[in-house]
């Protein structure tokens, strides 16, 4: 009888170590590792769960466009992406770091070391210059005033605004602020782009030169993640995951890959 159990363990002992090491390297290669995240908010005293279970996993250097209906849990979703906000439960692997169980400090440590987040408005600082609010992040990253306007710089010719460094958003086209946000969310090199809605307030030729300022930002080797409702500009992704009622409805790689001249 002993024997026979020692047998049986030794059948499956390799399988389970697969298994193991199989589940391991996903997560080794994803850069996203998703299980079971619910989000659920309380209106008084009921509780509305908009993120209902999600799994999903993002390798590095992919180029994915997340698209569903509003109010489907887009935002939500990349805030938790983006460490802005924590999920009420499942778990969230970002590069290895488990984030899921992070407490706010070491959340805002993460947050500024791994992700570059670009938003539908964005969110630049009035009365700084383009250089200087892409040299903002720096400045919480405690690095010199020399190094910074020199890192900051660098980027700023990434998105081809050289000759408008100077200019304040006011200052500035829509489609010229936008390159500022990327420009500021790439400048401390994070391991992930990600952008809700980054076309949402442009107008449709400008979306395009955005949307090709992502794909060179991939092509790069970086990994990007952007919510859009625009099925043409989800097509410059790679790869369209859809969200309906906080749940992924579908999740595609694109074989038909598009060429952008
Ligand atoms: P999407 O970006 O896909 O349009 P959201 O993630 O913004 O969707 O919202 C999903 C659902 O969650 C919506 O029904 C919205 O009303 C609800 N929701 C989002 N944020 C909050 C919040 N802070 N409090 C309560 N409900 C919220
Ligand atoms: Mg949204």
Request: glycine share 6%.
């Amino acid at each position: 009888m002993k024997y026979e159990v020692r047998a049986r363990s030794c059948i499956f002992r390799p399988q389970t170590s697969d298994l193991i090491t199989k589940a391991t390297t996903n997560i080794m290669q994803s850069i996203i590792h998703l299980e079971q995240i619910r989000k659920s908010y309380f209106m008084g005293r009921q509780e509305v769960s908009v993120l209902k279970g999600l799994n999903l996993d993002i390798n590095k250097n992919e180029y994915v466009a997340l698209m569903g209906p509003s109010g489907s849990g887009k935002s939500t979703l990349m805030n938790i992406l983006g460490c802005l906000d924590s999920p009420t439960g499942g778990s969230y692997i970002l590069n290895g770091h488990d984030v899921s169980k992070m407490e706010d400090n070491d959340l805002a440590e993460i947050r500024n070391k791994e992700i570059g987040f670009v938003f539908q408005q964005f969110n630049l600082m009035p009365r700084l210059t383009a250089l200087e609010n892409v040299a903002l992040p720096l400045v919480y990253a405690g690095i010199p005033k020399k190094r910074r306007t020199e890192m900051a710089m660098d980027v700023i010719k990434k998105v081809g605004l050289e000759d408008r460094s100077h200019h304040k958003p006011n200052e500035l086209s829509g489609g010229q602020n936008q390159r500022v946000a990327i420009a500021r969310a790439l400048v401390n090199t994070p391991s992930l782009i990600l952008a809700d809605e980054p076309t949402g307030n442009l107008d449709s030729k400008t979306s395009i030169e955005i949307m090709e300022i992502f794909g060179k930002i991939q092509a790069s080797g970086n990994t990007v993640l952007l919510v859009t409702h625009e099925e043409d500009i989800a097509n410059y992704a790679h790869r369209i995951v859809r969200l309906r009622d906080g749940v992924i409805e579908s999740d595609k790689r694109r074989t038909d890959m598009l060429v952008h001249a």
